[in-house]
């Protein structure tokens, strides 16, 4: 079944029926938010209201991710994950036709009422892995915080593979995935906070020793599980402080320099430990020209060969 709210197409064909997430009663405030409320106005409720997802979802700094990239003139852009649509107006701008995929449908409705007035956007309610036979080939498919949830939505043995391949299949000769995910290594971890999925002290950077079906990657890992599915041709990027909320974003041929990284204490969604001053450990870290094993975020644009 298919309906519109305001230009955006919603469908609901996949749609189990019920929503396997959710972010409890604040979900009901932000449909409210942009019900009642322009764009414009997002700011001031977060300041106004000083809570962690009003902030992560409707913040225009979410989309410092991507806003400076040059997609390729009237795109068709795949965004799997799209939630309550925090990237998705920025994707839309830089599109011509944007496909979303989304497991919630009031994660769903809330991008569609805050992107009411964009004709571009169709919003597919339901797991990627029942939708994508359907769909056709993209420009460009984006993971912005996705890939680390593969295992819990994909069955195979090599989860993360499998994601993967099958995103590469609905990719247009030259098509790219862009793929942000925190960096299980991350200087953040090693100095006290908190894994981001998992809400545990050095989870990640022990390797995730309980296995409860949610990781992330080291640089090294990552690019060698693209590599394992042929994405071969990868420019990798460092935002910090992290992808969520980005002041800015690195790249192998701009590295940041020694006294740059000073923005290091903010912690919006829970508590964390203060081992030891961030600042100078970067300062270290950039000396000994280590800094893109210990940013705490990547940011992966991918491609591969069409031979």
Known sequence: MTEKIGEVVLNTDYYVGKDLYCDGEVEDELLKIVTEHTEDEYEKIIAQRRKWPILYHLSKQRESILEW????????????????????????????????????????????????????????????????????????????GVLEYGKLYIDSDEPYKAFLTQIKQHLKPGGKVVIAIENRLGLKYWAGCKEDHTGRYYDSVENYPENNGI???????????????????????????????????????????????????????????????????????IENGLFREFSNSFLVIGGFDNA
């Open 69 to 144: 990239f040059e997609f390729k003139e009237n795109a068709a852009i795949l965004e799997i994950g799209s939630g309550c649509g925090a990237v998705t107006g920025c994707l839309s701008r830089k599109s011509g036709h944007l496909t979303c995929v989304e497991l919630s449908k009031k994660r769903s409705i809330i991008n569609a009422t805050r992107n009411r007035d964009k004709k571009n956007i169709e919003i597919y309610v339901g797991n990627y892995s029942d939708i994508a036979p359907n769909l056709p080939q993209y420009d460009i498919i984006t993971l912005i």
């Open 215 to 285: 990781r992330t990657f080291s640089r090294k890992e990552l690019l060698e599980l693209l590599n394992s599915v042929g994405f071969t041709k990868n420019n990798i990027y460092y935002p910090y402080p992290d992808y969520k909320l980005a002041t800015t974003v690195y790249s192998d041929k701009y590295l940041p320099k020694k006294g740059e990284l000073n923005n290091n204490l903010r912690n919006f969604d829970s508590d964390r430990l203060l081992t030891f001053d961030e600042k100078r450990a970067f300062d270290s870290i």
